[in-house]
């Protein structure tokens, strides 16, 4: 996973190319991005993502709010915050209700280290459910690691 200070670099050449562009899910997905890429460092972060959710809902494009949703797990996995963590599960449970998007659930149990609910519907992966659990958990270490060391 690139490391936050290369995202800038990353975050910003996408905003210069789509600004020109009318392409709404594309920023949105940017933003997220730039959600991520501060995850468990920025302090405002919950507020921004509140800010972004209410233009998802404006703008239609739903799918949208699930990504939030599995960014801002991301965040509160880092900071190993477990209330928020489980509030941000039931809502990631509630906006993939309909199947879209449901492995998303399971990735953030797997970045917070956390068991599946056997009720749970769950996802195949390719290299098998201990594999991918790995990486995504790694991702969360890797994140503390490089707060660790910025500080």
Known sequence: MPSPLRADDELDLADRLLSPLNLRSTELTARIAALVRDAGLATDLPERAAVLLAEIGVSGVSYAAAKLQLALCFHHAVLDAHNDLAAGITRLCELTQSGDYAYYVDIAHFMASLPI?????????IDGEERTRERWRNIVIR???FLNTAH
């Open 117 to 125: 609910p056997e009720q749970a519907p769950r996802a195949g992966w």
């Open 143 to 145: 994140r503390r690691r």
